[in-house]
């Protein structure tokens, strides 16, 4: 059978999901189309729980697309508000010298992003469940907070039906030839024709496209733990406790949401890691560099017992920058990815932008652009 539409997505985690929602928006007709379905296990955004945070240092274009996709975010769930979507609070911890808060204070004072500076007497009043250690001061975002991941994005994915995309699951065969692509190939022999094919696929884009992709990025296997609290104590889940960022610690935490336990997540790169066959077993080592934080960070669940443990992967460009731009060898084949492990909250702002660059309306940014990824080698966006 063969299906015919203005645009076909191929991959319906958050990026291809919202640039499906997007694109259809745009008055064009939309097939989304995924291997294991939207917000699968082994997707980047098959996890329970994303920070939404507007915070980025100097990177202004994210704190705008993040502040932009929040207000999306918030009209795609509506009523549902409550279930998809907890304003936790976002703080950030910093230490004596740290140009990153530095930026990220002077961005959200451009931006007009509400925020307060707490300094270690008021992060210890108010955060008596932390040891705080070297941190000298914080910065809370109280309108942030975190979106239930793999539930936002099959409803995005529910209001691109409900608005007449055509989803199915089914993998799709990346073009090989060069020109112009008429059509792709799904794995149960369908034809899928379109004007213009956008691959949203992640950690699979390498794969997919190893001439193009494979140098540019990097999926590597990173690991989440949640640990259970005492019976009745509330001082790990909101209010009391926000979401929260120690990049130079090289972790970040949330709090305990539906009762699955407070989560710790080690945000320095792990090893290479295989989308499709890779076994989602955390290590003993990292369970260990889990556990020392724990004690060193939140003492009062030094022994408390791990509930769940997942490996999730990131898809890293060279410096942490999205990859969005057309196949040099196909004048309407484009690529999307690069989320970089911290994609998630961009999802509406990519859609957005993805639909403008098909239809011509905003000039590309150059930093998105393969040609910019070659050069790059320093982890920069976090
Ligand atoms: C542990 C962890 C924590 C994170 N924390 C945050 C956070 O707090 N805040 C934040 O903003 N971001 C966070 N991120 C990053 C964010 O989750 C990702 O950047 C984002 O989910 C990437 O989405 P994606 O659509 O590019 O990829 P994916 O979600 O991986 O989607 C790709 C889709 O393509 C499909 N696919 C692949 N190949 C094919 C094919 N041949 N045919 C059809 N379909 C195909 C797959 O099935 C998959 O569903 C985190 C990531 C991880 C792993």
Redesign the pocket.
């Known amino acids: 059978m063969s299906r015919s539409s203005n645009v076909a997505v191929?991959?319906?985690?958050?990026?291809?999901?919202w640039t499906a929602l997007q694109v259809r928006r745009s008055g064009r007709s939309v097939t989304l189309?995924?291997?294991?379905?939207?917000?699968?296990t082994?997707?980047?955004?098959?996890?329970a729980s994303?920070?939404?945070r507007i915070g980025y240092g100097s990177e202004a274009i994210y704190s705008e697309w993040a502040q932009r996709s929040f207000d999306a975010w918030q009209e795609l769930f509506g009523d549902g508000r409550q279930e998809l979507f907890t304003r936790t609070g976002v703080l950030w911890m910093a230490r004596p010298d740290d140009p990153y808060t530095d930026e990220t204070i002077e961005t959200f004072g451009r931006l007009r992003v509400p925020f307060e500076i707490l300094d270690r007497t008021e992060l210890d009043r108010r955060y008596p469940q932390f040891s705080l250690g070297p941190v000298t001061r914080g910065v809370l975002e109280p309108e942030a907070g975190v979106i239930m991941?793999r539930h936002a994005?099959q409803a995005v994915v529910r209001q691109a039906v409900k608005q007449s995309v055509e989803y199915r699951v089914?993998?799709?065969?990346?073009p090989t030839d060069t020109g112009h692509v008429e059509s792709v190939l799904t794995s149960d022999g369908d034809q899928i024709t379109a004007d213009a094919f956008v691959f949203?696929?992640?950690?699979?884009l390498p794969t997919?496209f190893p001439a193009v992709l494979g140098d540019r990025i990097h999926p590597t296997r990173?690991e989440?733990f949640f640990f259970g609290t005492e019976p009745g104590d509330r001082r790990f889940a909101p209010p009391a406790m926000p979401a929260w960022v120690d990049f130079a610690g090289g972790v970040?935490g949330l709090p305990d949401l539906e009762g699955r336990g407070f989560k710790i997540?080690l945000d320095h790169h792990g090893p290479p890691f295989d989308?499709d066959l890779g076994e989602r077993l955390v290590s003993d080592d990292a369970l260990q560099v889990a556990r020392m934080i724990l004690a060193r960070r939140v003492p009062a669940l030094e022994t408390a017992p791990l509930l769940e443990a997942?490996v999730?992967?990131?898809?890293n460009s060279w410096n942490g920058d999205f990859i969005i731009d057309r196949h040099p060898d196909f004048d309407n084949v484009w690529l999307?990815?690069g989320?970089?492990?911290?994609?998630?909250?961009?999802g509406p702002a990519v859609g957005e932008y993805v639909a403008e660059q098909l239809s011509g309306r905003r000039a590309p940014e150059a930093r998105f652009t393969l040609e910019a990824h070659q050069e790059h080698r320093e982890r920069g966006i976090y």
């Open positions: 191929i991959g319906a985690g958050v990026f291809g999901a189309v995924d291997a294991f379905g939207a917000g699968n082994r997707s980047s955004s098959g996890g994303r920070v939404l991941a994005v089914a993998a799709v065969t990346p949203a696929c992640g950690p699979w997919l990173q989440v970040y997540g989308p997942r999730c992967q990131y898809a999307v990815g989320g970089s492990g911290h994609g998630f909250k961009h």
